[in-house]
T-cell receptor, first 111, second 114 residues
């Protein structure tokens, strides 16, 4: 079945440093979604990318969808303590109704 | 606001008990999902449903079953709870089809099997 891998599993950064997490799917995705889960909370949707090569920005967050629609990345510029949490990518593949999540990257931001 | 409500925030059950986890959504979403979340393993899909009485196995269906008798309600059943089913269980719903298909999550049920 579809597998979605995400690296790194953990990342510690100093406040102000940049952060990137990478997502790779074993199959072509119809879209890629990114979620953030704060400690003690549930995953909350951030963004959806649909087109090959698409790049979207939300303030300090930049999301990319690969040309082959099998990989994606999330980059945070100048991290803040409010960025702490676990970031998940997720995707539907082809006509599948199954939404598969990556294993997540847990971000710690040190003040 | 979309609301996905799970019946319990915390549950403690004994080994061998039959356990029901209930999830209700109020946005008329076609898709509903059950995931379990364990440290380092992310969100693993147990079962999902895209219509009433329809269900499909996810990646880890063993030891679980589901029921969807009404569009708004999706139940996860542990037929005979075991200690390795101690976990956080998350229910989610989404629209089916093209366009924005984000998943909305409930607050989660932390199940402990003793």
């Amino acid at each position: 079945g579809q597998q979605v891998m995400q690296i790194p599993q953990y990342q510690h950064v100093q406040e102000g440093e940049d952060f990137t997490t990478y997502c790779n799917s074993s199959t072509t995705l119809s879209n890629i979604q990114w979620y953030k889960q704060r400690p003690g909370g549930h995953p909350v949707f951030l963004i959806q990318l649909v087109k090959s090569g698409e790049v979207k920005k939300q303030k300090r967050l930049t999301f990319q969808f690969g040309e082959a629609k099998k990989n994606s990345s999330l980059h945070i510029t100048a991290t803040q303590t409010t960025d702490v949490g676990t970031y998940f990518c997720a995707g539907y593949s082809g006509s599948a109704r199954q939404l598969t999540f990556g294993s997540g990257t847990q971000l710690t931001v040190l003040p | 606001d979309v609301k996905v409500t799970q019946s319990s925030r915390y549950l403690v059950k004994r080994t061998g008990e039959k356990v029901f986890l209930e999830c209700v959504q109020d946005m008329d979403h076609e898709n509903m999902f059950w995931y379990r979340q364990d440290p380092g393993l992310g969100l693993r899909l147990i079962y999902f449903s895209y219509d009433v009485k329809m269900k499909e196995k996810g990646d880890i269906p063993e030891g679980y079953s589901v029921s969807r008798e009404k569009k708004e309600r999706f139940s996860l059943i542990l037929e005979s709870a075991s200690t390795n089913q101690t976990s956080m269980y998350l229910c989610a719903s989404s629209v089916l089809g093209v366009g924005r298909t984000e998943a909305f999550f409930g607050q989660g049920t932390r199940l402990t099997v003793v």
